[in-house]
């Protein structure tokens, strides 16, 4: 059998059982494996035994890329020829048998994961910067943004540019804030960002330090525009920053976006 999966090892199509003494090249020429990775825009890599099995034309991209023979006449050659395009960033690959069939182009997905972080980027400096109104832009339309520790009289989440603008318009007059050591960490999804920053600042209603931790989990489109943002952030850092030094802390003190 022969079974032909995505990149993240999700099952696309599986073939019939065929007979044992049935070679694995004429098994994938029987079930037009070629066709279906072009199809499902995957590529494979393969030994020496499936050699031929791709019957592309010469200009066209191999669905198969396989090692190559010297002639018994003549010696090996120095290095091999140089390989078309589409096979150059093919990387990794499980196998059913002797065929990788679970590939992607690496600079598809690094390109993707590239925008995504610089997304996730822009918004921390447009926050620090208090231009809301680009930083709205940054979000999709109808993005969601989600605060797990939000306190009492803050929204825990936040729909659509409208409210968002609206959430954010106060945060220039009340905060003055930088982000450093920012990190991203690496994650299967090009398209999903985690990240670690920190803000450091001043609370402008009281002039207290702002100092806070952060994680977001960010998830973007093909655009590169955020679809749901997950905000970790201590909310009584927030609250004790924008507390007068001579009132108690109080922990239903309503609070904007505390990036």
Sequence with gaps: MIALTDDKGRLLWVSAARPGHTSEITACRRDRLTARLRAAGLGAIADLGFVGLDDSGPDADPAVITGYEAARNRAPLASPPARPPAAAGVVGYRSTTNVGVNMRVK?????????AQHTLAEHLRLTAAGHVDEWV?????????EFPYAPAGVPQRVTGRDALLAHMSKFPETFDVEFVDLVFHETVDPSLVIAEFRSKGTALPTGKPYEQTCISVVRTDDDARITHYLDYWNPLVAIEALTPQDVPSDPDLSVTFGG
């Design 107 to 115: 600079e598809d997905d690094a390109t993707r994961r590239a925008a």
């Design 137 to 145: 832009e940054l979000f999709a339309p109808d993005a969601v943004l």
